[in-house]
């Protein structure tokens, strides 16, 4: 990787931590509305993964999207907007913190059904093998939702039928409130994939390089046409699944050992130990607080939709369905 | 035009319109391979293929979030689901998915599928293979449904939901598939979206009714007819986006209707048809409104219990002379 590369790896992260902190704020005072789960914590899973795609990649997640929104290169101003409901947001307003989405950088949304996503996931990679396009679907989900149905359903479909799917599970230790070996036969997540005949492989997720290392290996063998490949990336949320979570059910201690591992505390360390000066990296935060003050002032002063939008986007534009007041 | 029978209508209209766009595929279990459980999917796979036409696992989550994903993506799937009973299993991704991805993204995606499934009883299948359920998922903004009651109204009617660019519900009756009637062979024979037909004018009774219950409904009209009753049947065709506009204008020249529906009563299609007549056409009421439909009980077994559960001739004959 090239200097600049390295270094947009760092300024993804960092906008992606900053963007959090300001949104945990507007939050509070009630800017934002609805349900809003952090990825403060994760920053080097999907930074790290996603870096490793081709632009014709598709890329979709659950509702814990906004991290994968910055690594997909969303623009902060329509993120913001759309999660205060304006009518310039990414989907108009229309969808809110947790489905955010943007198809002209494939990023495909933002899904707050849990495991539902998954299913849409072999769609998505189905078209893109029966165009034969060599383009993949990197599908993102928590390590939660490998206990519903549409995990295993969408996991035997894309083996039976082959399809360009990487299926990420982010394994955070925590499905909302309660901790994964409670609720899961086994808690190495990869396991399950092996039951439909899955390569999979495992890392740590708080180290951006080795997420990246680990996806460019299974993207590569997803676009050789060998099939559909599971990643286990190994990752850890800071705050809880959703705001007002006070997280009762884990301890301080545990924070704090995932905190001493903090993936952009580590790459920042890494970046400096290969020569890179704190001045480069202070000059990112500072561009990087100075994007965020921009789309919040933007996203403050854009309109609210207007009322009659409520009838627009249900039916295809003319169609005979369309709904009118 | 030619006489066809219900399935060979719907496997006509599929391989023409795939014949005409190549984004169309179609999946499902046992569509490819054995052409289908009701043979509505004969000869798909040996002319389009395996790579359009393929058989899935026994997954409708999947089937229809494929389908979503694949919509979303450019191609026009047509997914069967083998009996509206088991879209149970996949009700998450029509009613979250299939109906709410263009709208709740701003528009920024389209979900051009067309649900293929199965309804109603009449087969001895017991209670959870029998249900005529179609009218829950015409409750949802972003869905169309739709169900055909001849073999002609099934091919227009498949056609213009494979051109909608919407997710559309169509909804087969499982005794209906050997039924015969003309279906025409132009290729650009579609019918109108939202759209319903009228199957019989009279001039005393309104019947209003759709898929199976058309043909019970014109059985009973032609015994009345003896009698000198005229009934006016209008098949609906479409659940979502209703059109009764001509139930209406036939309300205001009968003064009286009868809603015939397979399923339950209770929060089922008449109720939202009667609702909609009596505020329409309040002035032109000359007698309380009258369902027909199934008797509230999980559908038993045993073929004579299952026949007095169903509405048949005789209910639709009684619901008629209710209202005169």
């Given at each position: 990787m090239d200097k600049a590369e390295l270094l947009n790896l760092y300024e993804q992260m960092v906008t992606i931590r900053l963007m959090e902190e300001k949104c945990e704020e507007l939050y509070q005072k009630g800017k934002i509305g609805g349900f809003m789960h952090l990825y403060i914590g994760q920053e080097a899973a999907g930074v790290g993964a996603v870096s490793?795609?081709?632009?014709?990649d598709n890329v979709i997640t659950a509702y814990r999207d906004h991290g994968l929104a910055i690594a997909c290169g969303l623009e902060p101003r329509l993120i913001m907007a759309e999660m205060f409901g304006?009518?310039?947001?990414?989907c108009k307003g229309k969808g809110g913190s947790m489905h955010l989405a943007d198809i002209t950088k494939k990023f495909w949304g933002g899904h707050?059904?849990?495991?539902?996503h998954i299913a849409l996931a072999t769609g998505l990679a189905f078209a893109d093998k029966y165009r034969q396009s060599d383009a993949v679907t990197l599908c993102f989900f928590g390590d939660?939702?490998?206990?519903?149905?549409y995990f295993h359903e969408a996991l035997n479909l894309a083996a039976a039928w082959d399809l360009p799917c990487v299926f990420i599970c982010e394994?955070?230790?925590?499905?909302m409130w309660t901790p994964i070996e409670k609720v899961s036969?086994?808690?190495?997540?990869?396991q399950k994939a092996t039951a439909y005949g899955m390569p999979s492989d495992v890392c740590d997720g708080m180290e951006v390089l080795a997420v990246r290392a680990v996806t460019e290996k299974a993207i590569t063998h997803v676009r050789s046409g060998q099939g559909p490949y599971f990643l286990e990336i190994l990752t850890y949320r800071?705050?809880?699944?959703?705001?007002?979570?006070?997280?009762?059910?884990?301890?301080q201690a545990e924070i704090h050992k995932w905190q001493a591992e903090d993936p952009i505390g580590q790459f920042e360390n890494y970046l400096l130990k290969q020569g890179f000066l704190a001045a480069e990296m202070d000059a990112i935060d500072d561009r990087v607080k100075h994007l965020l003050d921009d789309a919040i002032k933007f996203a403050d002063e854009s309109p609210f939709?207007?009322?009659?939008?409520?009838?627009?986007?249900?039916?295809?534009?003319?169609?005979?369905?369309a709904i009118h007041n | 035009m030619a006489i066809t029978t219900m399935a060979k209508a719907i496997a006509q209209a599929m391989a023409e319109e795939m014949e005409r766009d190549s984004r169309i595929v179609v999946w499902g279990e046992e569509v490819a391979a054995a052409g289908g459980t009701y043979g509505a999917t004969q000869g798909l796979q040996e002319k389009f293929g395996p790579t359009r036409v393929l058989d899935t696992p026994i997954s409708e989550g999947v089937i229809v979030g494929a389908a979503v994903g694949a919509a979303m993506n450019g191609l026009r799937p047509i997914a069967e689901i083998m009996g509206i009973n088991f879209a149970f299993l996949a009700m998450d991704q029509i009613i979250n998915h299939a109906a709410k991805v263009r709208s709740m993204f701003g528009g920024q995606f389209e979900c051009p599928i067309v649900i293929r499934t199965t309804s109603g009883g009449g087969?001895?299948?017991?209670a959870t293979h029998s249900q005529t359920v179609e009218h829950l998922f015409a409750h949802f903004p972003g869905l169309l449904v739709v169900a055909p009651s001849t073999p002609g109204d099934a091919k227009g009617l498949l056609k213009a939901a494979i051109r909608s660019d919407d997710p559309v519900m169509f909804v087969e009756h499982a005794?209906?598939?050997s039924d015969k009637g003309e279906a025409p062979e132009?290729?650009?024979?579609v019918l109108p979206i939202g759209k319903s037909d009228v199957k019989r004018s009279g001039k005393d009774v309104t019947i209003v009714t759709y898929s199976k219950m058309v043909s019970i409904s014109l059985r009973a009209a032609q015994q009345l007819s003896a009698e000198g009753i005229e009934c006016e049947i209008i098949d609906?065709?479409?659940?979502?986006?209703?059109?009764?506009e001509p139930v209406y204008e036939s309300f205001k020249k009968t003064n009286r209707a009868v809603i015939v529906e397979e399923?339950?009563?209770?929060?089922g299609l008449s109720a939202e048809i009667a609702t909609r007549i009596y505020a329409e056409c309040f002035d032109y009421l000359d007698a309380p409104i009258e369902r027909v439909s199934q008797?509230?009980?999980?559908?038993?077994?045993?073929g004579p219990l299952e026949k007095y559960a169903l509405p048949k001739v005789e209910d639709v004959i009684a619901g008629v002379k209710r209202v005169l």
């Open positions: 490793a795609r081709q632009p014709h304006k009518a310039t947001g990414c707050a059904i849990v495991g539902a939660g939702a490998t206990n519903i149905s394994n955070n230790k925590y499905g036969g086994v808690t190495e997540m990869r800071y705050r809880g699944h959703s705001m007002g979570d006070q997280r009762p059910y884990r301890t939709p207007a009322q009659t939008e409520i009838w627009t986007d249900i039916y295809a534009p003319g169609s005979p369905a | 087969r001895q299948l017991g005794t209906m598939y132009d290729v650009n024979y609906l065709r479409w659940l979502r986006p209703l059109d009764l399923g339950y009563a209770t929060y008797k509230e009980v999980p559908l038993p077994y045993s």
